[in-house]
T-cell receptor, first 112, second 116 residues
Framework: GQNIDQPTEMTATEGAIVQINCTYQ??????LFWYQQHAGEAPTFLSY????GLEEKGRFSSFLSRSKGYSYLLLKELQMKDSASYLC?????????????FGQGTTLQVKP | NAGVMQNPRHLVRRRGQEARLRCSPM?????VYWYRQLPEEGLKFMVY????????ESGMPKERFSAEFPKEGPSILRIQQVVRGDSAAYFC??????????????FGEGSWLTVV
């Protein structure tokens, strides 16, 4: 089967750093995505990894290890507006499709 | 994201009625995906369509749900005889085809269905 796991909830302090982990087991792998979703809104794209290593984009970084089926999203210099759900999603299968398999999402609460 | 247009944004239906949700993909995109998000849960894949074809409907409930993407016009997700458990947010996404690399999958704003 296909399974993507991430913690349900996390809490962090404004200005701090937080790491949200994601492990996946899928038949095939064609990329891993992280999305941010505020309550009542659509997911917005944060990052994409298809090769092992770290991708950095401003305050957000994402890491992938394909051999371990593992990724994390790193958020630095946390701001109150970063309070949201963070969704890990994988494109599995043999490729040539944009079908995303999502984890259940991690709700991050940033406290002053 | 103004590219993927979904309507209605909010829909209220009584049990037993039909719900029709529409999605116009981003210009130039020929691939459409529908996802359902139940309260406090992640997004679940429902169906993947290209123009006039259903490519993968492995996430669609076997009864009451159907989807189409006609040659002309938007993609439509149709739910017949709605029940309270159908209350959810339904998101549409589109892509240009092939295996997406980076930020090439675009989500619509979602349609929130409430069944009373």
């Amino acid at each position: 089967g296909q399974n993507i796991d991430q913690p349900t909830e996390m809490t962090a302090t404004e200005g701090a750093i937080v790491q949200i982990n994601c492990t996946y087991q899928t038949s095939g792998f064609n990329g891993l995505f992280w999305y941010q979703q505020h309550a009542g809104e659509a997911p917005t794209f944060l990052s994409y990894n298809v090769l092992d290593g770290l991708e950095e984009k401003g305050r957000f970084s994402s890491f992938l290890s394909r051999s371990k089926g593992y990724s994390y999203l790193l958020l630095k210099e946390l701001q109150m507006k970063d309070s949201a759900s963070y969704l890990c999603a994988v494109i599995g299968g043999s490729g040539n499709t944009g079908k995303l398999i999502f984890g259940q999402g991690t709700t991050l609460q940033v406290k002053p | 994201n103004a590219g993927v247009m979904q309507n209605p944004r909010h829909l209220v239906r009584r049990r037993g009625q039909e719900a029709r949700l529409r999605c116009s993909p981003m210009k130039g995109h020929s691939h459409v995906y529908w996802y359902r998000q139940l309260p406090e849960e992640g997004l679940k894949f429902m169906v993947y369509l290209q123009k006039e074809n259903i490519i993968d409907e492995s996430g669609m409930p076997k009864e009451r749900f159907s989807a189409e993407f006609p040659k002309e016009g938007p993609s439509i997700l149709r739910i017949q005889q709605v029940v309270r458990g159908d209350s959810a947010a339904y998101f549409c996404a589109s892509s240009p085809g092939g295996t997406p690399r980076g930020n090439t999958i675009y989500f619509g704003e979602g349609s929130w269905l409430t069944v009373v």
